[in-house]
């Protein structure tokens, strides 16, 4: 089944501990991109990567780092999260950046 | 900056209604517009459109573009409670720039 996989589903953490969630697709997407959804904001896209070793910065991206060293991976790390990083994050990834994305499932983060 | 804004925030309707969802957008050379569901995970997609005037339709959902006056409307005829769901507009411009999301309708359906 074509799918975007998000881990780990649900996470709480505390200030300041790394953390990796990651995302991998199995459609040979090129596009790949990471979304984090707060009410009232909608959905706020924080890096994508138009391929392999293509990255960019979206419009949140302080507080954040992706990789991606191969095409279905695309991992989001939080090298030192604070409280304002709690959120509900998706995965996305398209053919190209100008097709519809599949999201993953989410991720709901809580850092205390 | 590119902009969506969508309207209403919230509406709540019985079943059986039709509803028309408005989403309005601001993007430097527009390529398409898409409006996505969103139940209680991952958005999941609706339509996308390109073209002014040509109405996207699949069972009770239609959608349509006006690129004259940069909006688009979504329309949910004779609604039932799995319409319940938040609907995200989405734009996006030239080249490879990522999607720019409104903040979404939450629609809820009450028998």
């Known amino acids: 089944e074509a799918q975007v996989t998000q881990n780990p589903r649900y996470l709480i953490t505390v200030t300041g501990k790394k953390l990796t969630v990651t995302c991998s697709q199995n459609?040979?997407?090129?596009?790949m991109s990471w979304y984090r959804q707060d009410p009232g904001l909608g959905l706020r896209q924080i890096y994508y990567?138009?391929?392999?070793?293509?990255?960019d910065k979206g419009d949140v991206p302080e507080g954040y780092k992706v990789s991606r060293k191969e095409k279905r991976n695309f991992p989001l790390i939080l090298e030192s999260p604070s409280p304002n990083q709690t959120s509900l994050y998706f995965c996305?990834?398209?053919?190209?950046?100008?097709?519809?994305?599949?999201f993953g499932s989410g991720t709901r983060l809580t850092v205390v | 900056e590119d902009k969506v804004v969508q309207s209403p925030l919230s509406l709540v309707v019985h079943e059986g209604d039709t509803v028309t969802l408005n989403c309005s957008y601001e993007?430097?050379?527009?390529?398409?517009l898409l409006w996505y569901k969103q139940e209680k995970k991952a958005p999941t997609f609706l339509f996308m459109l390109?073209?002014?005037?040509i109405e996207k339709k699949s069972g009770r959902l239609s959608s349509i573009l006006d690129k004259k006056e940069l909006f688009s409307i979504l329309n949910i005829t004779a609604t039932q409670t799995g319409d319940s769901a938040i609907y995200l507009c989405?734009?996006?411009?030239?080249?490879?720039?990522?999607?720019?999301f409104g903040k979404g309708t939450r629609l809820s359906v009450i028998a």
């Open positions: 390109t073209s002014s005037g």
């Open positions: 989405a734009v996006q411009g030239a080249g490879n720039t990522p999607l720019v």
């Open positions: 459609m040979n997407h090129e596009y």
């Open positions: 990567s138009m391929n392999v070793e293509v990255t």
């Open positions: 993007v430097t050379n527009f390529r398409s």
């Open positions: 996305a990834s398209s053919k190209s950046g100008i097709h519809s994305y599949t």
